[in-house]
């Protein structure tokens, strides 16, 4: 079943590159960087593939990604610093998030925001999600501008690179597509792993915190 999924996805990116060129590899990297999960792992080895045939340059097709990464991510961050903040100060006791924990996320990407953002943009699943925090925390834009074009387009330049080196064998060989998506799944057990060991810290404190004979209703 995932096989015939990404036989799928991969044929609808293929037609968006082929009847869009650099555009339809914009459009699609901004999809994949709007919390979208998105394959980056087809669209840019896809247009590699496109450079090893002449119809783009590797330069170009990386440079179209990294535009469309800024472009799906300076959405998604606006949204979260507009309204971001304020949700989570409603409402992030039901995921487990605090007030304590914004203002934490703030101080942390005011410190280490840039080479927070150029390393998740070298990450896949983390790459898609990375300008959510970003926004949240009110990031200074410039800054998160420049990080994740610089980050995205190396991302970019390298899966365009492979997909040119494999040249004809992209096009023939589905399973080198399944290769480069297992590397997204071993990522995604990792963040549910993660995400976990967050909720059951959280609940063991909240537990603890209930426990506490100064937290006890009295009689």
């Known amino acids: ?5 990404l036989a799928t996805l991969a044929s609808a990116i293929t037609s968006v590159i082929l009847a869009g060129g650099y555009g339809g590899v914009a459009a699609l990297m901004a999809i994949e960087s709007a919390c979208i999960p998105l394959p980056s792992e087809i669209i840019m080895p896809f ?11 590797l330069v ?10 800024n472009i799906g991510s300076t959405i998604v961050y606006t949204l979260a610093a507009h ?10 006791r039901f995921v487990l998030l605090s007030s304590q924990e914004l203002a934490w996320a703030e101080r942390f ?3 280490h925001g840039a080479i927070t953002v150029f390393i998740g943009r070298l990450l896949p699943v983390i790459r898609t999600f990375i300008a959510l925090p970003a926004g949240i925390a ?3 834009q410039v800054t998160f501008q420049a990080y994740t074009f610089v980050g995205s387009w190396l991302w970019c330049y390298a ?3 492979v997909g040119a080196e494999l ?3 992209w096009d023939s060989d589905p399973a080198l597509r399944a290769v480069f998506h297992r590397l997204d799944a071993a990522i995604l057990v990792a963040l549910v792993a993660l995400g976990a060991w967050f909720a059951w810290r959280h609940l063991r404190a909240a537990k603890a915190g209930r426990g506490r004979p100064g937290n006890r209703a009295s009689g």
């Not at 079943?1 to 999924?5: E, I």
């Open 159 to 161: 899966l365009a690179y």
């Open 47 to 57: 247009a590699g593939y496109l450079v090893s045939t002449g119809h783009f340059s």
């Open 138 to 140: 009110r990031m200074r």
């Open 1 to 5: 079943m995932l096989a015939n999924l």
């Open 60 to 69: 170009g097709a990386a440079t179209a990604g990294a535009l469309g990464c």
């Open 109 to 111: 990407f005011a410190r």
């Open 83 to 92: 309204g971001g903040p304020a949700l989570i100060r409603r409402w992030g």
């Open 167 to 169: 040249g004809e064998r």
